[in-house]
């Protein structure tokens, strides 16, 4: 077939091709397709998409992982401490566990920061993750960097540990409640001694913080009195021997009297600390300065069994006794009384009368 053939027969097709055809009666017109509202977005979003950086090959050709939005890679030597920090850190096996997870798996949550002067940085919560990093000889750890103020800031050191960590200290919570609740009534700018919120609400600051954290009001104002405690009876609240009920009876002793009742009841343990002794001893306190000796005198007199006593109401008696006779006389008169009631009785026990020992 030659070149000419060819030519003309693809001609003759493209001119079939554009005519217009005709449509069948019996299929229906297509309706239009509504247009779909979403479309802008999601060509934004595939957009934005392919506009992210691929992947970059480092100098070994290994592909290195994108940062991820908002975190940034600082060495741990430039992490500083929160000063204020109330929770204790990892030491002994649980920061060897910790040390090896990191070497293996690397910080998987960022360490929150907030900058300081000199290009240094401030922990706010994973002081633990910057203490791993430093044993396990991390060149960079993931952060995130926030500027808040110094209340801010506290906010963030007590949430974050209250929220997270299990088994807390008696004195973890104690100091961590105070620090929360005095920077809320500082943003809540009121005086303190009306521990009042004023964000949106006329609730007491510790019963917003009783509403966060689960704890009642009063909870946490025991727990705040352990601020109050010498470090001494401190421990003892943390190692279990002192109840937090009859650890915030004794804050309120002073510095000295809180040290005897230590010396006392702990180093020399010469007897139990409960909360009826703690009571005593918080309103003895009130009356005279609370000494070694004196602390032994008050538990030896609690110690002691009471005295059969019985005790009659004057308004029952008032009809057998005169008037006139003290409390004293009023007792002879009524141990006359019984004594001549006991020999008339035992007379009539044994038939004699009255008249024949006479």
Request: proline residues 7%; charged residues 30%.
């Amino acid at each position: 077939m030659s070149d000419n053939h060819l030519k003309d027969m693809f001609s003759r097709m493209v001119t079939e091709a554009s005519k217009p055809q005709p449509i069948p009666a019996s299929i229906p017109k297509a309706e239009p397709e509504p247009i779909n509202q979403a479309e802008p977005a999601v060509s934004a979003a595939v957009t934005e998409i392919a506009s992210l950086p691929l992947p970059q090959e480092n100098d070994t050709g290994e592909k290195k992982e994108n940062t991820a939005p908002g975190i940034l890679h600082l060495s741990p030597e430039l992490l500083d401490k929160y000063p204020a920090n109330p929770f204790r850190e990892y030491t002994g096996s649980q920061l060897e566990q910790l040390v090896e997870s990191i070497r293996e798996h690397g910080v998987l949550s960022p360490v929150v920061v907030r900058p300081k002067a000199g290009g240094r940085y401030e922990i706010l919560a994973g002081h633990n993750r910057r203490n791993t990093a430093l044993q396990a000889e991390l060149d960079e750890v993931p952060c995130i960097v926030k500027e808040v103020d110094d209340d801010e800031a506290a906010l963030i050191v007590t949430e974050s540990n209250l929220n997270q960590r299990e088994n807390l200290l008696p004195s973890e919570k104690a100091f961590a409640y105070k620090m929360q609740m005095d920077a809320m009534k500082r943003q809540a700018g009121r005086p303190s001694k009306n521990n009042v919120s004023q964000v949106g609400t006329q609730k007491r600051s510790d019963q917003i913080l009783a509403d966060e954290i689960g704890e009642s009001r009063n909870q946490i104002q025991r727990y705040i009195r352990l601020t109050y405690l010498v470090d001494e009876l401190l421990s003892m609240a943390d190692a279990g021997a002192l109840a937090l009920v009859a650890a915030e009876q004794v804050s309120y002793l002073g510095r000295g009297e809180q040290l005897a009742v230590y010396q006392y009841f702990f180093a020399e343990k010469k007897a139990p600390l409960d909360i009826t002794t703690a009571t005593l001893l918080r309103e003895r306190s009130g009356e005279v300065e609370l000494t070694y000796p004196l602390i032994d005198e008050l538990v030896q007199k609690k110690q002691k069994p009471p005295k059969d006593s019985v005790k009659l109401k004057l308004s029952r008696i008032r009809k057998y006794v005169p008037e006139g006779l003290s409390k004293r006389e009023i007792e002879k008169h009524i141990i006359t009384a019984l004594d001549f009631y006991r020999n008339h009785a035992q007379n009539n026990e044994e038939g004699i009368e009255p008249h024949e020992q006479e």
